[in-house]
């Protein structure tokens, strides 16, 4: 069973930054990874993902701010966000595949207010 721990999320002030952090209970070598988030009332969506060969996609509300990036070997991806605004708030999960296997962590509060 794999298991996912997701860390980093917190209060932050608009136009602040925060890092998360997906660490897996092993090697995510040919896993595609993902961070979705989802916001009160709202449904779970991709923000980015990074697939086995290192290709990187994001969702229009995000480019140029995020940054996803994964280091195989420690088993762990990353979230780098930067210019927060209100509209990120949410809660924060990752989300890893591989094959017609699909694993979740149990996502980090990220909240952006003044």
């Known amino acids: 069973q794999v298991q996912l721990v997701e860390s980093g999320g917190g209060l932050v002030q608009p136009g602040g930054s925060l890092r998360l952090s997906c660490t897996a209970s092993?090697?995510?070598?040919?896993?595609?990874m993902n961070w979705y988030r989802q916001a009160p009332g709202k449904q779970r969506d991709l923000v980015a993902s990074?697939?086995?060969?290192?290709?990187?996609y994001y969702t229009d509300s995000v480019k140029g701010r995020f940054t996803i990036s994964r280091d195989n070997a420690k088993g762990e991806v990353y979230l780098q966000m930067n210019s927060l605004n209100p509209d990120d708030t949410a809660v924060y999960y990752c989300n890893a595949v591989y094959m017609s296997e699909s694993w979740w962590g149990q996502g980090t509060q990220v909240t952006v207010s003044s």
């Open positions: 092993g090697t995510i070598f040919g896993w595609n």
């Open positions: 990074i697939n086995r060969r290192g290709t990187m």
